[in-house]
């Protein structure tokens, strides 16, 4: 259906599928909080098509693993095994719309790298990677992913989270070089080197101010 498009009133849809008004009314309801539909009041309400927005999704899958008290080994493991990945088909499928996007967000990092902004937004860089990758289901989960790995920093020394910015935005320079030049096996790479590096300097910050790590089970071939 169309963006926009009005779904019939609660009584005809009853009607049409032999249930009661109250089903249908919390069959949309249910859509209303998945984005998917927009419920409107008064003699030109209804229940209307929304523009597709995976951000509800988003938001239940970061709920869900934060519930679940995902630890930063965790997110880390699971980052290594998606982002590279996703850096990999950027460089191979991103068109120049893409690549201009990509920069423009990298620019825009780099600027509050050297006048810190409270407003700065963790994993921007990631998210305008994984768009250049086109695959939507990777894309969901490297956001959500990336907005994880930041909240689990959060209770860091800040000027220890400004060194990781730089860092980080070192390290997105190069990934971002790759992926212009279209060097897949290069920007995989890059990468994995800056997840592992992210790991490195989150442990090594959180010994020296003695803050736990909680670490998931070993399994075979971890470490």
């Known amino acids: 259906m169309p963006v ?5 009133a609660e009584r005809e849809m009853a009607r049409q599928f032999k249930t009661s008004r109250v089903s249908v009314r919390e069959a949309y309801r249910s859509l209303e909080e998945l984005g998917l539909l927009q419920i409107r009041r008064g003699a030109e309400g209804g229940a209307f098509i929304e523009p597709f927005d995976h951000e509800p999704v988003r938001r239940s899958l970061s709920l869900v693993l934060g519930l679940g008290k995902t630890s930063h080994h965790e997110l880390t493991e699971a ?18 719309a893409d690549i201009a996007k990509l920069e ?13 902004s409270p407003q700065a ?15 939507f289901p990777l894309a969901v989960l490297m956001t959500t992913l990336a907005e994880l790995t ?16 730089r860092k980080n935005s070192e390290f997105h320079r190069l990934i971002f070089e790759a992926i212009r030049r279209h060097d897949d096996v290069g920007a995989y790479t890059l990468m994995v080197r800056h997840v592992g590096d992210i790991q490195g300097r989150v442990d090594r910050s ?4 003695d803050v736990p790590v909680s670490r998931p089970r070993r399994v075979n071939g971890s470490r």
């Open 4 to 8: 926009g498009h009005r779904l019939p």
């Open 79 to 96: 980052r290594m095994m998606i982002e590279p990945l996703i850096a990999r088909l950027a460089a191979l499928r991103a068109e120049p």
């Open 104 to 116: 423009q967000v990298l620019a825009q990092e780099e600027e509050e790298v050297q006048r810190p």
């Open 121 to 135: 937004t963790a994993g921007r860089f990631h998210r305008a990677v994984a768009d250049c990758a086109r695959n």
């Open 150 to 165: 930041a909240e689990s920093v959060s209770d860091l020394d800040t000027r220890v989270r400004a060194r990781h910015r």
């Open 206 to 209: 959180r010994h020296r101010c």
